[in-house]
């Protein structure tokens, strides 16, 4: 009973922390928009959620063992920051990760922090708390964040290209990276056609034969798909370790960060 309460304290607290949170609600034209007009949406989208700070619920489920859980407050902010700090029921951290471009910093309990680069980590696993078993890859995870981040967003980046075609009843958004005269597509997003939310994401990695194949596959699911509120309320990632997912609680879109909250010293 008293971890309940313990947590019910935490998520209270965190809800007066970012009370003044902004309606993630962005704007929708009223008429149908041509293919071209479409990447219009996607910057505005992209300027409003540069950051973020959000009270989520995560969930990670191995291919063997149980579902591991955790609830913590996520954070993004521009320059790809990233910090999950996550508690336990009675509402003291358990972990803080932060992440800024492949550079992390990890807080595991009492332990000194652990520092490296995700490009040079195949495995960095801990367990999700006190007697638990199964290991949660934070490695996968952080790399994730960082396109979770986008809510499914289309975003084209340096040496990039946006491709968009309708297929049916969506439009599927294709992000080509640009490799001398040729492209290799690096991921495939699908949105509906009403508010033009995501669905799913398809992100795509080569092997060390150059052989393309699917990295990753996320959806996205909404409470109420008749809104105009374009954030997920729940991100799926399905990955080689397992399924992960985060449900959003709840959102602010223009926190203050400390100048100090995504430091990695």
Known sequence: MNRWIGFLFYAGAFSLMISCATNHEIRVPEKKLTL?????????????????????????????GPVQKIHGILSFDQDE??????FDP???????????????RL???????????LAEHQSLQFRS???ENDL??????????KEIRLGGNPSAGDHEVLVMEREGE?????????????????????LETRFYKPTREEIYQESARNELGLAELLQFEYK?????NVWPDKIKVKLPEGELSVEFLEVNFSPVFSPHFFNLD
């Open 170 to 190: 969506e439009i599927v958004c294709s992000i080509i990276r640009i490799e001398g005269k040729s492209g290799v597509i690096k991921k495939r997003i699908w």
């Open 90 to 104: 009675l509402g003291r951290t358990l972990v803080d990760l932060t992440a800024v471009n492949d550079l992390y």
């Open 81 to 86: 920051k990233v910090r999950f700090q996550g």
């Open 36 to 64: 071209r007009e479409l990447p219009i949406i996607f910057a505005d989208r992209e300027k409003k959620w540069m950051s973020m700070k959000g009270m989520v619920a995560v969930s990670f489920s191995p291919e063997q």
């Open 224 to 228: 109420n798909r008749e809104d105009k």
């Open 136 to 145: 949660i890859p934070w490695n996968s995870w952080l790399k994730t964040m």
């Open 107 to 117: 807080v595991w309990g009492g332990n000194p922090p652990l520092k490296g680069n």
């Open 129 to 131: 708390g006190p007697g």
